[in-house]
């Protein structure tokens, strides 16, 4: 579903000047989006003002945001009895706001620790709620996901808390849990969000940070069931309530006028090529190319990540040595193609492509890890 010019130079990348980012977010956004938010940049529909120039009490961005969700609806066949709220603060935000909204005090959240960001979301909730962390891979390293035959759940608990892909360790859910009727699952899917079909109905609430899949940092997505909303604590700043965000159609302040602009025009783009089916397997083929050229290397690149969870957004792995990973690096940027490097936490490299990666960038990949691979054997 991206968009790529070929070069006039021989090297990766767009005639346009464009390169491959890779980067694990703020990441790529779709060519044509962009150029269709240039071209509205100063006059937006004939309105004589760009968006970001527009009140947002005002009939033409009311119209942007109600067709945003709309289309955001359409795309994921998202239930009536569901509301959808753009947000602010990010994810991180919600790793607060949840406890806020959806426990007392005395409650218990059971959390699913599969990598750096539900480990963040633990530490945050404890302060507000009490945690039960019923499954975790840290010994692992976090390079599975546990079998749900092995959480330990609170006993009468409703509240269950998974992130759905990590960014950093690079492990994705591929099946959605089988939480019982009366069990809330609740979804951090900030980095998978809108890669590929996902049946809402099965979760309380959904969440995700736009800047890896959808647009620009500044947006937070929440998909929440109707039944969820209006519990929030007496203590619960303005800006996390969900039933204050939804009674004012996610306008109680200023919202991010021009990030949802953004999101809407990225919804169309989607449904215009077919859906998330379509989205799917697209993806799935951007990222067997570098899972095959991982699996084929002899073991010259490794993957940490058991197979049966290896995330389709975030690829990581490392080389045998620092040397042959900062030639790696530097090869790539010979090719516009950069952000590469694994997370700080954990090192090595890490390949994210997200919807807007074009297939030619994950070809221009494969295409180095080989060339590098048969160098080794020369």
């Not at 089916?277 to 991982?294: F, H, P, R, T």
């Amino acid at each position: 579903m991206g968009n790529s010019e070929s070069s006039n130079d021989g090297k990766s990348g767009s005639s346009k000047g464009r390169i491959y980012n890779f980067s694990a977010g703020p990441a790529m956004l779709p060519v044509d989006v962009l150029e269709q938010a240039q071209k509205d940049m100063l006059n937006w529909n004939g309105s004589g003002m760009g968006v970001m120039e527009m009140s947002h009490r005002g009939k033409e961005f009311v119209s942007i945001a109600k067709a945003a969700e709309a289309d955001l609806r359409t795309l994921l066949k998202i239930p009536e009895n569901y509301k959808v709220l753009f947000m602010q603060g990010g994810a991180t935000t919600q790793f607060a706001a949840i406890p806020f909204n959806l426990t007392t005090p005395e409650d218990t959240i059971d959390f699913v620790e599969t990598g750096a960001w539900s480990t963040k979301a633990i530490k945050e909730a404890k302060k507000y709620c009490k945690v039960n962390v019923a499954a975790t891979s840290k010994a692992e390293n976090f390079t599975h996901i546990p079998e749900e035959s092995n959480w330990t759940l609170t006993p009468g608990g409703k509240l269950v808390h998974i992130c759905y892909n990590e960014t950093i360790g690079g492990v994705e859910f591929k099946d959605i849990p089988r939480c019982a009727d009366d069990v809330t699952l609740v979804a951090d899917m900030s980095s998978d969000f809108l890669s590929k079909p996902v049946d809402v109905s099965k979760f309380g609430m959904i969440y995700a940070g736009a800047q890896k899949n959808v647009g620009p940092a500044g947006v937070t997505i929440v998909i929440i069931r109707e039944d969820l909303i209006g519990k929030a604590r007496a203590d619960c700043p303005a800006m996390f309530d969900y039933k204050l965000a939804a009674d004012n159609d996610s306008m109680y302040n200023t919202p991010p006028c021009y990030g949802i602009y953004i999101c809407g025009l990225v919804f169309k783009k989607l449904l215009s090529i077919g859906g998330l089916e379509k989205v799917e397997e697209y993806n799935l083929k951007k990222c067997a190319l570098i899972y095959d050229a991982i699996d084929g290397s002899e073991g010259f690149y490794k993957a940490p990540v058991a197979k049966n969870c290896r995330s389709c957004m975030n690829i990581p792995f490392t080389m045998a040595s620092k040397e042959l990973e900062t030639e790696f690096f530097a090869e790539a940027a010979k090719r516009n193609m950069v952000q590469l490097a694994g997370h700080k936490s954990v090192g090595g490299i890490r390949v994210s492509v997200y919807n807007a990666m074009p297939m030619e960038g994950a070809e221009a990949i494969a295409q180095l890890m080989q060339e590098l691979l048969a160098r080794s054997k020369q």
